[in-house]
């Protein structure tokens, strides 16, 4: 039944939920904040894609912004090592002077994945700078160019307060992150490395997690996996497909991936995954909370485990982990294949030797037919990087105060990032953004569609500003 008061209630409400709605968009942005938004339309809007994207007039525009904001030519670097992949580097000096501490590195990759205007919806354009409701919506607005936009902002609102850090602060905004032939962060170490070293260095990789819209954690990545592919091969003598014979290159090949199939690693902790479940445990369900926190305690533990392994992203983060991406075999419908063969990739713990990891292959496969080869084409090793207090203790105070009593997470990425090439040199990276998004639904990055919630790339800004004030005015590390 509806009665005239309780209309009149609803209509209320919702008129207030509407404004509320109006209110929260329609309030003006800050001076910092369109420039910020103005920066991150522009690099969108640039189609830097890997393959058929420029990221050099990028990097060009990024120059321009620098020097506009007063910073010398001499402390802007532009190059690279082809006329389309060039990086941007600046140099925002500090005190200086004897003794001064290392600089802190804040770097995002320039180049983005492919992305077609008729794979994503109809009224968007990867190249196109999208508003709507309440979402950014473009390619690179979540990777990852919405840090690279605030790292450039807070440059220059740092700049235009006077701000003269303790020690230098490097900004790198680099190409091919995302797998094209000149990695703008390899290519800077081993050509300018002075221009890019660091104490620390602060990269994508991590970030905030809503739940039901709130904050429920802020994810500091400091280890990621390593890449390694192997192939299997299984060759035979072959013939006439009318006389099989008792020896098949595809059969052979066939119940040796079988045998992976039902294989695990076993269990491998390091510092980074060990914090990642004792503070994840805190946010989980008790049956996989327990079995996290039995987990820590003791590795062994196969119970626990098995528990933990039903959820796949978790699996990966507690052991290598090894899988069939590719098949190929035989050459014709009617003969007996001579050739037999399995691309296997492995995403190995930081701490596993590649040659245990074959080895360990090797055994599981059981099978003398099947030669197992070392494909990978780079080699990197990336030991996970000590959790610095001078950096954890900055996210945790600016996350307490800023998104509430969340966990701060330390987190091993199962992918890799540009921090591999900093962490293979010793210097600490850290995966960090202060950008939140809801991983059910906000995933999309590398796909169709990709985008940002406008009120959190906002509290990200403020969260990286004062992040860079942190790192940068905190006393000399060694
Ligand atoms: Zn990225």
Request: hydrophobic share 40%.
């Amino acid at each position: 039944m509806t009665t005239p008061l309780r209309q009149a209630v609803r209509i209320v409400a919702s008129s207030l939920v509407v404004a509320a709605a109006l209110g929260a968009q329609q309030k003006p942005l800050t001076p910092h904040q369109l420039l910020a938004r103005d920066i991150y339309k522009e690099l969108v809007e640039i189609n830097t894609s890997v393959r058929t994207g420029n990221i050099t007039p990028a990097a060009n525009a990024m120059a321009r912004r620098f020097r506009d904001a007063g910073f010398p030519a001499r402390d802007i670097f532009v190059g690279g090592p082809t006329e389309k992949k060039h990086n941007v580097v600046l140099r925002y000096r500090g005190r200086g002077g004897p003794g001064a501490p290392k600089p802190v590195l804040l770097l995002a990759h320039l180049d983005v994945v492919e992305a077609l205007k008729t794979d994503w919806s109809d009224d968007l354009d990867p190249f196109k700078f999208t508003e709507r409701d309440g979402f950014y919506y473009g390619r690179g607005t979540a990777d990852d160019k919405a840090m690279a936009s605030l790292f450039v902002a807070a440059a220059i609102r740092l700049k235009q307060e006077g701000y003269v850090p303790q020690r230098d602060i490097i900004i790198a905004l680099t190409a091919d992150e995302e797998g094209g032939d000149y990695n703008g962060v390899d290519w800077l170490l081993k050509n300018h490395r002075t221009l890019v070293d660091a104490a620390w260095v602060i990269n994508e990789g991590g970030g905030g997690a809503l739940r039901d819209g709130k904050p429920l954690l802020q994810s500091v990545q400091a280890a990621e996996k390593v890449y390694a592919d192997f192939t299997l091969r299984v060759t035979n003598a072959g013939g006439h497909s009318s006389v099989p014979r008792a020896d098949n290159a595809i059969y052979q090949l066939a119940e040796g991936l079988v045998k992976l199939s039902k294989f695990q690693f076993p269990v491998e902790l390091n510092p980074v995954s060990r914090a990642f479940f004792e503070q994840t445990a805190r946010g989980e369900k008790p049956e996989m909370a327990a079995a996290m926190t039995a987990l820590v305690r003791n590795p062994a533990d196969v119970g626990a485990a098995e528990v933990i392994a039903r959820d796949p992203r978790y699996n990966s983060m507690m052991r290598t982990t090894c899988v069939a991406t590719l098949l190929k075999g035989g050459h014709a419908p009617n003969a007996l294949p001579q050739l037999a063969e399995a691309n296997v990739n492995c995403r190995m713990v930081p701490t596993a030797a590649k040659t245990s990891v074959q080895a360990t292959l090797v055994n599981v496969l059981n099978d003398s037919a099947i030669a197992v080869f070392d494909t990978t084409t780079e080699d990197r090793a990336s030991p996970p990087s000590e959790m610095r207090p001078e950096v954890i203790g900055a996210v945790e105070k600016l996350t307490r105060e800023m998104f509430g009593d969340i966990p701060v997470v330390p987190t091993m990425s199962t992918g890799a990032t540009d921090s591999r090439y900093f962490r293979a040199l010793g210097i600490p990276a850290f995966g960090v953004s202060g950008l939140f998004s809801d991983p059910t639904v906000d995933a999309r990055a590398h796909g169709r569609d990709e985008r940002v919630r406008i009120e959190w790339y906002f509290k990200a800004q403020e969260f990286l500003y004062q992040l860079t004030r942190l790192l940068s005015s905190s006393v000399p590390v060694p």
